[in-house]
């Protein structure tokens, strides 16, 4: 808003890249991870949806463990500008907006995960389900889950919570996405605000 009212151009289309993962490696306390990037990220995802003619080019699966430049600038060059060709300049048969978490439902031990720009299905590139998942009970501790498509919804359980409350997709500062929809990138998420 800042820069539009600056340049005084209306509402010019604005893109932008996810910052990408890396593991910053800050611990503040013994076996406690700082995950500030997962938090700018989960911000990020937001700007979309509150500012008018925007669109972030998701980054997930384009990070470096141990460089915080990755190499990968044509990855955020052809989704940046898959998103001025679709929504600036009305390309049709493109997609060019990530899947992005819409929200879950629990029933029994089994939480569901629902999306939105998903029409072509969820998938996991070369493998047919996500290591990325995370369940959290009451005690809000989150432990690893199996996960499994269904199509837009991706299905998550961990037998070490019997009453799931909260879901987390690769909510770290590293993280090497590898759930897409099409060939685009989900971004990392949570449904809790602990």
Known sequence: ????????QGEFPFYYC???????????EPGKNVINSAYLREQQAMVEH???????????????KTGIHPGK????????????????????GVTAESPYYTG????????????DRADMW???????????????GEDRVFHPAKAWIERSKVKVKSEAVKSPVAVRYAFKNY????????????????????
Not at 73 to 92: I, N
Not at 122 to 127: D, G, L, S
Request: proline share 2%; net charge neutral.
């Open 104 to 115: 879950m439902e629990v029933k029994n031990d089994t939480v569901t995960v629902f999306f």
């Open 18 to 28: 996810q910052i990408a993962p890396y593991d910053y490696g800050i611990i503040t």
């Open 1 to 8: 808003r800042g820069w539009r009212e600056e340049w005084q």
């Open 122 to 136: 969820i998938n996991c590139k070369e493998k047919f389900a996500s290591d990325l998942f995370e369940v959290a």
């Open 73 to 92: 600038k044509k990855v955020a060059g052809e989704r940046l500008a898959r998103l001025a060709l679709v929504k600036t300049y009305g390309m049709k």
């Open 50 to 64: 509150r500012v008018g003619n925007s669109g972030m080019a998701v980054l997930l699966d384009a990070g470096m």
């Open 175 to 194: 993280a090497k996405g590898d759930l897409y929809c099409e060939d685009l990138p989900v971004s990392s998420f949570r449904s809790d605000n602990w």
